[in-house]
């Protein structure tokens, strides 16, 4: 089993940017394949983006491709997101989740949570 912890959220300016972290603990966190999701109150949970367990291999909604970039460091079992020329459409709370080896883009696959940050985006 994987732990998660999301850290990193707050309130920003509209053009501004925001790293988040989420840091993994129990199993080996280099087996898992991480992504990152995001929801708004009263919508569905939307895809944000996903890395590989081995790293390289990444996948990016549309809205945020050339925006955000997501990455990892096995050593310290932490997946980043990094969010740059934010806009208040971003405006959610953001959740990563593992699941072993590949990643996908569907919430369903994925069968450990972190509990949430809240990102506000100011226009």
């Known amino acids: 089993q994987v732990q998660l912890v999301e850290s990193g959220g707050g309130l920003v300016q509209a053009g501004g940017s925001l790293r988040l972290s989420c840091a993994a603990s129990g199993d080996t966190f280099s087996n898992y394949a991480m992504g990152w999701f995001r929801q708004v109150q009263g919508k569905e949970r939307e895809f944000v983006a996903a890395i590989r367990w081995g790293g390289g291999s990444t996948a990016y909604a549309d809205s945020v491709k050339g925006r955000f970039t997501i990455s990892r460091d096995n050593a310290k079992n932490t997946v980043y997101l990094q969010m740059n020329s934010l806009k208040p459409e971003d405006t959610a709370v953001y959740s990563c989740?593992?699941?072993?080896?590949?990643?996908?883009?569907?919430?369903?696959?994925?069968?450990?949570w972190g509990q949430g940050t809240q990102v506000t985006v100011s226009s």
């Open positions: 989740a593992a699941r072993r080896r590949y990643f996908s883009t569907s919430s369903n696959d994925y069968g450990y």
